[in-house]
Structures are given as structure tokens and as C-alpha cells.
């Protein structure tokens, strides 16, 4: 059965940094596509960012793009995401997902980890 | 940056009876369009991908259909448990976009 543990996140004050993970499990997670998305308070769902499964390749939405990067330690079965430079806008709940296609990029995200609360504040 | 709007933004429905939501992008998809049901206080869930193909362990009463820019899911005699946030997302134009919601709720 797949799971997605998602640990780190928490409260932080504008400009700071936060770092956290996502443990895969159940699946050949070398084998897939990850991304990071984000749920902002009583808002929908935006798409963050994507790693191919050797994690050579990274693409970023323009809101973070330069301030986060993913990556991945397929030794480990384990997503990154290095927040810099957060701001008030950054405040969401943050889902890892699985990419539905194994093998290649579809862009739909199959798996999602159980959220990890990121709050930006003075 | 391709516009996903869904309507209605609630729908109030009893147990049993038929849902139908709908999803309309700003720019034509294709089939590209995905949908997910978020329950309360959980990750959303894949429901439908391409418009019309049901994900691993998705119910039959769970159907799609549509394409270009106008999209329908329906959900075909809602259990208890169908009672959720419902979003669109294409994967057509980056960035991918989702829609604002369906919310259905009990009547």
C-alpha cells in the first residue's frame, strides 16, 4: 500500500527558512515523478513543484521559483523541500504527491502525503 | 495561466440522489483534465484522469466526461461518504492549474 509520511513544517517568521520531508513507502518510489503542492487557508490547491525520479530535473511554480527547492534521496525514499525566503503568501498546508504515471510524467498526482502546516508570521 | 472554473461552487443534494459538477478552462485542454475529492481534514484523492478514466479503486458511480474547455463529473446516487470538496486540474498548459471547488454538501 502506498504511503507518503510528511514531517517538518511549523511556524516562522517573514524571511526565514524551513526544511521538511516526505518518506515514501510501498512503491518503487525511484520509479516515479514527485511534486510538492500547496492548499493556502480556505483556498484551492496549487501546484509547487516537480522532480523527475532520477531527481535531474526541476521545474517550480513562478511564486516560488529561486526561494524553494525540492529534491529526493531515492537511497532513502525520501522528497525534500527547502523553503527560503518565505513571506506571509507562503503560509499553506503543503501536500507531497505521488505523479500517477510510473516511469514518466503525467502531471496528475496519484498519492498524496497527509499535509504539513506551514505558518508565516511576526 | 489556463482558468479553471467550477460551478457550482455548493451543491446541496440528499444520499442517493444524482450530482452532476462541472469544470470550464479559460483554454481548451483536450482531455487533459483531472479530478479529486478532498474529504475533511484530508488529502485530496484522484478520482478521474483524461477526463473520463476512473483511478485504482474508484467507484463506478464516479464518471467523467467532457472535453476542449467544458468538463462534467457525476456522481451517480451519492453514499455518505461522497459528501466532500471536489476539484478539477489540467495538465495541459503550465503551469497546472486547479478549479476553486465543488463543495457537496447534505441537504
Known amino acids: 500500500q502506498v504511503h507518503l509520511v510528511q514531517s517538518g513544517g511549523g511556524a516562522v517568521q517573514p524571511g526565514g527558512s524551513l526544511r521538511f520531508s516526505c518518506a515514501a513507502s510501498?512503491?518503487?518510489?525511484?520509479?516515479?515523478?514527485m511534486h510538492w503542492l500547496r492548499q493556502a487557508p480556505g483556498k484551492g490547491l496549487e501546484w509547487v513543484a516537480v522532480?523527475?525520479?532520477?531527481?535531474?530535473?526541476?521545474y517550480y511554480a513562478a511564486a516560488v521559483k529561486g526561494r524553494f527547492t525540492i529534491s529526493r534521496d531515492n537511497s532513502k525514499n525520501t522528497l525534500f523541500l527547502q523553503m527560503n525566503g518565505l513571506t506571509n503568501d507562503d503560509t499553506a498546508l503543503y501536500y507531497c504527491?505521488?505523479?500517477?504515471?510510473?516511469?514518466?510524467?503525467?502531471?496528475?498526482?496519484?498519492?498524496w502525503g497527509q499535509g504539513t502546516l506551514v505558518t508565516v508570521s511576526s | 495561466e489556463n482558468v479553471l472554473t467550477q460551478s457550482p461552487a455548493t451543491l446541496s443534494m440528499s444520499p442517493g440522489e444524482r450530482a452532476t459538477l462541472t469544470c470550464g478552462a479559460s483554454?481548451?485542454?483536450?482531455?487533459?483534465i483531472a479530478w479529486y475529492q478532498q474529504r475533511r481534514g484530508q488529502a485530496p484523492r484522484l478520482l478521474i484522469y483524461?477526463?473520463?478514466n476512473r483511478a485504482t479503486g474508484i467507484p463506478a458511480r464516479f464518471s467523467g466526461s467532457g472535453s476542449g474547455t467544458d468538463f462534467t463529473l457525476t456522481i451517480s446516487g451519492l453514499e455518505p461518504e461522497d459528501f466532500a470538496v471536489y476539484y478539477c486540474?489540467?495538465?495541459?498548459?503550465?503551469?497546472?492549474?486547479f478549479g476553486r471547488g465543488t463543495k457537496v454538501e447534505i441537504k
Open positions: 510501498g512503491f518503487i518510489f525511484s520509479n516515479y515523478t
Open positions: 522532480i523527475s525520479s532520477d531527481g535531474t530535473n526541476t
Open positions: 483554454q481548451s485542454v483536450g482531455t487533459n
Open positions: 483524461d477526463a473520463s
Open positions: 486540474q489540467q495538465r495541459y498548459n503550465w503551469p497546472w492549474t
Open positions: 504527491a505521488r505523479d500517477h504515471r510510473e516511469g514518466g510524467r503525467s502531471y496528475y498526482f496519484g498519492y
